[in-house]
Nanobody, 121 residues
Framework: QVQLVESGGGLVQPGGSLRLSCAAS????????MGWFRQAPGKQREYVAV???????NYADSVKGRFTISKDNAKNTMSLQMNSLKPEDTAVYYC???????????????WGQGTQVTVSS
């Protein structure tokens, strides 16, 4: 089973930027749709962005135009560039295999520890 490890979170002021990384222990980004998900305190985990095995991208409306998902199949890594961060982006961010639902995406399989993103002045 491929293990996924998230990194890159931190504390940033509103309007700032962060770049999250997801490292896989084996080949997965070239064969599976992969996504970033987040969970804020007291809220359900939600889809943020997805990159398909073929490189197509999808974004939640709340982050469209501010976040960019990318991947490097050869390095077994995936990234999430987050710009113009808002306090409502504060959450623990996770990467996982992404499965298409009727109107959204959900993560499939076990979840890692995630990486905390805090947007605050």
């Amino acid at each position: 089973q491929v293990q996924l490890v998230e990194s890159g979170g931190g504390l940033v002021q509103p309007g700032g930027s962060l770049r999250l990384s997801c490292a896989a222990s084996g080949t997965i980004f070239s064969i599976r749709n992969m996504g970033w998900f987040r969970q804020a305190p007291g809220k359900q985990r939600e889809y943020v962005a997805v990159i398909t095995s073929g490189g197509g991208t999808n974004y939640a409306d709340s982050v469209k135009g501010r976040f960019t998902i990318s991947k490097d199949n050869a390095k077994n890594t995936m990234s999430l560039q987050m710009n113009s961060l808002k306090p409502e982006d504060t959450a623990v961010y996770y990467c996982n295999v992404a499965i298409r639902d009727i109107n959204s995406w959900y993560g499939f399989g076990s979840w890692g520890q995630g990486t905390q993103v805090t947007v605050s002045s």
